[in-house]
């Protein structure tokens, strides 16, 4: 056994890994390694050679491997330790990191701290339970991205895309672009996932149509894929009889959600959320277990990675004040829960007291479309803050500053967050 030790340890080299560590080490925490089981580090953004990445961040729009090579470029000038094609077996509550790679065989870590950084993968049609034939043709859209814009083969000519999530709308695009025929694009809820920019941009520019309510009910083929059946589904999302239709295509991209990567997690005792899928956290993202933190799509799949930098950077800071001494905590722990119209909110609770924090954001997302919204933050009966907003989406995430001092000034135990329609 290799017998290593670091102050904090990173586990992932995409966006979020790659973010906290920056962070950490701009907040004096020099021993830092990330791991990283890609032969590169930067994650899905590698394949992402689309633009519209860093508006909010940089302030300027970059693909997804520009995105990348600007924390990829700062992680190397400061000399982080980095191994890659390295593979993260275990992770302790006592903060012991078991890997292994092809160099050094058995690696164990000890570390100060852990930030879980793994991000998330895509459901496959034997999760979704699509009944059929098994021909070849039938791919998550995550998979055939990674066909086309890196290994340079298309996966099909004549398309259908189960699922509006945005890597769904943007390989529409994509395969159109490509000289594919994308003959539609279904979507199981009566709205779609997706940023309505991608909406626009992806399918309504190329005259690509999305059908609200719809879902595939068979896949047919023998050697190859050759058509698929269609049928709309009620207010159960179950498909309603005699709305059958067949679309003839050879290709089948599955957007139909993701999954954040937290095997690891659960196996290190770490609480998990039911709603997202990743841990609970406190408003620095640390987990139940003292110096263990998560960011990023393992713990919510996030939107725009505007927003997975944004969370990472809270990772990275809150691990470097933990490694240089501790962080003060409340007398008691504030929960934060969502209300009417909220899916789910994060951080889960508000634990640290932190005198230089002026604010903590509390980020959401809606249940379902609705517009001329007020969205409240509520003690009980007592409304401590509200915020309008135009519209929102279940796609798009929902950013709520709250000031510091209005968890300190008042003796609270839990918040709760709900989006109503403005009274006029």
């Given at each position: 056994m290799n017998n290593q030790n670091y102050e904090l340890v990173v586990v992932g080299g995409g966006p979020a890994g790659l973010a906290a560590a920056q962070e950490a080490?701009?907040?004096?925490?020099?021993?830092?390694?990330?791991i990283e089981r890609d032969f590169e580090l930067g994650g899905i953004l590698q394949q992402c050679i689309h633009n519209g990445f860093g508006l909010h961040y940089f302030g300027e729009e970059l693909t997804g491997p520009e995105y990348a090579h600007q924390f990829i470029k700062n992680i190397r000038e400061r000399g982080i330790d980095i191994k890659l094609d390295t593979m993260v077996l275990e992770v302790t509550p006592d903060k012991k990191v078991f890997a292994i790679n092809s160099d050094e065989g058995m690696i164990e870590i000890d570390a100060g701290a852990v930030i879980l950084a793994m991000g998330c993968r895509e459901r496959t049609r034997e999760a979704i339970d699509i009944p059929g034939s098994r021909p070849a043709g039938v791919y998550s859209a995550g998979t055939a991205q990674r066909y086309i814009n890196m290994e340079q083969w298309i996966p099909g000519e004549k398309v259908v895309i189960l699922g509006s999530g945005d890597i769904g709308l943007i390989m529409a695009r994509r395969m159109h672009l490509e000289g594919a025929e994308v003959e539609a694009v279904l979507e199981l809820l009566p709205f779609s996932g997706g940023l309505t920019r991608n909406i626009v941009q992806c399918l309504e520019d190329f005259d690509i149509p999305l059908r609200m309510q719809q879902t595939v009910v068979e896949i047919k083929g023998q050697d190859r894929l050759e058509s698929v059946v269609v049928a709309e589904v009620d207010d159960n999302f179950k498909p309603i009889k005699g709305t059958e239709y067949e679309i003839e295509c050879d290709t089948l991209l599955l957007s139909v959600g993701l999954i954040p990567e937290n095997e690891l997690s659960e196996e290190a005792g770490v609480e998990m959320s039911s709603i997202?899928?990743?841990?609970?956290?406190?408003?620095?993202?640390?987990?139940?277990?003292?110096?263990?933190?998560?960011?990023?799509?393992?713990?919510?799949?996030?939107?725009?990675?505007?927003?997975?930098?944004?969370?990472?950077?809270?990772?990275?800071?809150?691990?470097?004040?933990?490694?240089?001494?501790?962080?003060?905590?409340?007398?008691?722990?504030?929960d934060v829960n969502p209300g009417e119209n909220v899916g789910y909110i994060v951080p889960h609770k508000i634990t640290n007291k932190v005198d230089d924090r002026k604010l903590v954001n509390l980020y959401m997302r809606a249940k379902q479309p609705m517009a001329d919204v007020k969205i409240n933050l509520y003690a009980?009966?007592?409304?401590?803050?509200?915020?309008?907003?135009?519209?929102?989406?279940?796609?798009?995430?929902?950013?709520?500053?709250?000031?510091?001092?209005?968890?300190?000034?008042?003796?609270?135990?839990s918040l709760k967050v709900d989006i109503v329609k403005e009274e006029k």
């Open positions: 080490y701009d907040q004096g925490i020099r021993d830092i390694l990330i997202t899928g990743g841990p609970i956290v406190n408003e620095g993202r640390e987990t139940n277990i003292e110096g263990i933190f998560a960011c990023g799509n393992v713990l919510h799949v996030h939107d725009l990675v505007d927003w997975v930098t944004e969370e990472s950077l809270i990772a990275g800071k809150t691990a470097a004040d933990y490694l240089k001494g501790g962080i003060a905590k409340r007398s008691k722990a504030i009980g009966d007592k409304k401590l803050l509200d915020k309008k907003a135009r519209r929102v989406e279940p796609g798009e995430m929902i950013t709520f500053p709250v000031p510091e001092k209005m968890f300190s000034s008042n003796d609270i135990s």
